[in-house]
């Protein structure tokens, strides 16, 4: 499935107006647990004093000697925009992108033209705080001209400081590659990376504010942070599109805190060596890591012989949860936290009007029939059928409205 | 978002008419009010007084110190505020944010911004500290209390209207 072009930061872009200068700054400024020693105010991100505060206090929150600290570049907005373009043209296109942009669209998932790369750099040159190239090992800051102010600078760079630790030891080119064979798969190994920076820059960022961390009340803030990301996610237009720029720092940050206490550095170690393996896992830890409870694969239908297999996906249950949450119904949370197992797939066919024509079907097993049945009740939009039988939901849907009975036929038969 | 709403509620307190309730406030305030007003022919010495806090109630939601110090910033506007509305509305919000920056925090202050600081923060929204000092240091205790109140862990819905009820 198609990504966003860069990594975000949303959260802390969500900022107050500039307040003029600071010679009110003389509250209390709380430690971070573990890091008692280092300085948590806002700095000016310019200057290498700062960086090197912030290097050494990210290496400290992640549990790492600081060693040498990567190249800092502050982007303009301009530039920032001419750097996704010139990543989006030298991106070697996807095998058969026209049919899966297609048969996004029929899922609902895309809407039309929503996959236009002008309108995603411009989303993206908005929504990103910087980011962290794992080619050139270079920490990247996107001014936001007024809007970027040592408080909202700070963390963004403590956050992209983070991902150079992690790329010092696990390899973060190899990381994503190893753990990108499903939608579903990539998203849950993404949420390790960016959870992680995320987690230790919302430790910083409460020092950095004035509050103490130890007084936060951290599980209704992470509750907070993913029911705004869901609302997020069930408002876009696209879906698809938004969700790898809120799911990986809500749910992740949220699921590296519940074992960070314990474990710490050597615990999120241990996640890059095997990191959660599909989202329902990570968005159903909610005070605890749950175990994983994956189910055994679904068989491809046999399609008929005038369609022509293009492709194959896993959707998980944060594609589950894209597909019910436009519904907004609020049991689709609880419903796809019941998930199981899911497999999509891509067929290419051609028309009576010999045009193009492409199919999508994709197949769920539940816990329960019943949330098979609510799940089929709730699928919105989008230019398919749902229908579910026992704990398994079937939706598909072609873009020329030929018949997709076959489909249900064979995935819905006892 | 919230972090405007004092700023902006401090606009709306001083550029709208509203009932009939003179305060100490009202006069700290008014006394800077009135010399831009004489100054620029809005109102004249013998009634600017008594007009300019009878139309602002809203200026009771303010400490003494923070309407006087708005007040004195207010004196020295360009006249050219009094036909632009959006120029009047700038120029007060700016104002109120260097008079709550000239004020020395309050350890009662102190104590509410770290509650309303924590409280928005736990709604994943961002409030510094310093910068609650700054957008609240004008308002009285008795509305810093009311919006102490807010404080209290409800639902983030909750804190914002609450937050905004007071305000208003």
Known sequence: MRRALAKALPFVLVVLAGCGADDKDTAPRYPIPGCESFDTSPCDITTPACQTRLFELAACLHGVEPGDMPPVTLMSENDFRSYLAAEAAAQQPMPNQDRWDAANEVLGLVAPGGLDTATEIDDTVKAVGGFYDDQTKTVHVIDHGADSTPETSCPVLLHEFVHSLQDREVDLTSFRQMHDATYDADLASDAVIEGEAQFQAQRYMASMLGLDPKSVDWARFYAEGIASAEEQIAQAPSPLTATPNSYPYAWGSRYISLGWAATGHSGVLDLFAEPPADTQREMASVVARTDDVAGPPIAAPAAPAQLTFVGDDALGALGAFELLARSEDASAESIVLDWRSDHLWIYAGTNAAELPSTTVVWACDFKTAGSAAGAARLVFGGQTEARAVGSRLVVAGADDGSSVDWAFDALLSP | ?168
């Not at chain 2, 310093?130 to 308002?139: H, M, T």
Request: proline share 4%; glycine share 8%.
């Open chain 2, 1 to 168: 978002m919230s972090g405007k709403v004092g700023s902006l509620l401090v606009a709306a307190c001083v550029a709208f008419a509203c009932g009939n309730s003179p305060s100490s406030p009202g006069e700290a305030f008014c006394k800077g009010y009135c010399k831009f007003a004489e100054r620029c022919g809005v109102a004249s010495a013998d009634v600017c007084p008594s007009e300019c806090f009878d139309d602002r109630p809203g200026l009771a939601m303010l400490s003494i110190e923070g309407a006087g110090r708005l007040g004195d910033c207010v004196s020295g506007f360009d006249c050219s505020t009094v036909t632009d509305d959006d120029l009047w509305k700038s120029d007060i919000q700016a104002c109120s944010v260097a008079a709550a920056a000239a004020i020395t925090p309050t350890p009662r202050l102190r104590s509410f911004c770290t509650a309303l600081s924590e409280a928005w923060f736990d709604c994943n929204t961002v409030l510094s500290t310093s910068d609650c000092l700054d957008q609240y240091g004008i308002f009285s205790d008795t509305v810093l209390d009311e919006l102490g109140a807010c404080t209290e862990p409800t639902s983030c819905d909750t804190l914002k209207s609450c937050v905004e009820g007071v305000l208003q």
